[in-house]
Nanobody, 120 residues
Framework: QVQLVESGGGSVQAGGSLRLSCAGS????????MGWYRQAPGKRRELVAA???????NYPDSVKGRFTISRDNAKNTTYLQMNSLKPEDTAVYYC??????????????WGQGTQVTVSS
């Protein structure tokens, strides 16, 4: 089994910063892409940031220049630094990983989600 555990969510005022972490554990052989998604009430889950195993990153225009994704491959961990937060960033944030297990099965795994609330 593979587990992704997120931490770092919380409440902040507009203009503030938060840093999310997501640590993978279990029967991990290799993690390919990792990413962060978010889902606000009544809205679809959307990609916030993604990073390949080689470190290439991708962001939607809505967060570009404000959010930064990084990863520590040795720790199977990804981070999301969120600066200049806006009320519209309020959502549950989910970690995602494309994982090859030690039994050579490849699949998508999700964290449990962490709430981020930005007040105006």
């Amino acid at each position: 089994q593979v587990q992704l555990v997120e931490s770092g969510g919380g409440s902040v005022q507009a203009g503030g910063s938060l840093r999310l972490s997501c640590a993978g554990s279990g029967n991990i052989f290799m993690i390919y892409a990792m990413g962060w998604y978010r889902q606000a009430p009544g809205k679809r889950r959307e990609l916030v940031a993604a990073i390949t195993s080689g470190g290439s990153t991708n962001y939607p225009d809505s967060v570009k220049g404000r959010f930064t994704i990084s990863r520590d491959n040795a720790k199977n961990t990804t981070y999301l630094q969120m600066n200049s937060l806006k009320p519209e960033d309020t959502a549950v944030y989910y970690c995602h990983a494309d994982v090859m297990t030690i039994t050579l099965l490849r699949g998508d795994y999700w964290g449990q989600g962490t709430q981020v609330t930005v007040s105006s």
